[in-house]
Every structure is written in C-alpha cells, then in structure tokens.
C-alpha cells in the first residue's frame, strides 16, 4: 500500500481511515483506487473539494473534457457518480438565442393537446396521448 503523502491533501478521510481498526468495515472506501481504478469514497464522504457534475453546474462550471478523477459508489455498487476537480472546470455554455427560441417551442409543443389543441399549465402524459380533460380523467 502507499503511503499517504503519495495521495493530495485532502483526499483521505480521517473518520473512515480509523473505522477498520474500530472493527467498521467501510466497503467503499479507496482512496488510493486500488480496488476500483479511481479513488472512490462511500456515499456522502467525497472530499470538499471533488465535485459531481451536478454540482457543478450548480455552481455554473462544467466539466470540460476533463475525466473523473474519483468516484462514489453506494448501494452495493449498482449506483455510481463521478467526481470533478473544480479547479480545472469550465464555465458552463450559454444557449444561443436561437436555441432558446427551439426550447420555448419544444415545452409549448409539449403542453398543447393533440385533440383539443388547448395549452395546458403542464406536460400532456405521453403514456395518454393527450390531455386530462380528453381523456376522462
């Protein structure tokens, strides 16, 4: 195993470091990836200063080209979400004006009916074909 001065500041856990030798097996804990390929961390125990893409569209960054650099896995590892450096993120894209124009029509096409042609303050189900009122229900 390495030592843990070959991993960034910041990256090991001290709480999870010590669960082993308290007899807590932490089953997705790795942060020198040796088990996974990438460092990887158990739900809610990333380090502060790794980001999902989610968040960081949050916070108005993509990622930019950059690949994962550690990840989180729970639940029996059947869920996975990739983590960020935000250092090295990029300002998320602006959509032109033509593109917001595309998506006004789209969401209006989406909450008119078919039958009725009525608009409707929400999304026409696509399992019914049509509106509420169409339908019966």
Do not use: N
């Amino acid at each position: 195993m390495q030592s843990s001065s070959a991993l960034p500041p910041g990256w090991r856990i001290p709480t999870l470091d010590g669960a082993r030798s308290r007899g807590i097996y932490v089953q997705f804990y790795d942060p020198y990836g040796h088990r996974y390929g990438i460092p990887t961390y158990p739900y809610h125990w990333a380090p502060k200063h790794l980001y999902t893409a989610r968040q960081l569209r949050a916070r108005g960054l993509r990622p930019g080209g950059q690949s994962p650099i550690a990840q989180i896995l729970w639940r029996r590892g059947l869920r996975v979400a990739y983590l960020y450096r935000a250092d090295l993120a990029l300002p998320a894209r602006q959509a032109t004006p033509a593109q917001r124009t595309a998506i006004a029509k789209a969401l209006l096409a989406r909450r008119t009916c078919p039958t009725c042609r009525a608009e409707k303050p929400y999304y026409i189900p696509r399992s019914l074909g049509e509106c509420l009122d169409c339908t019966g229900r």
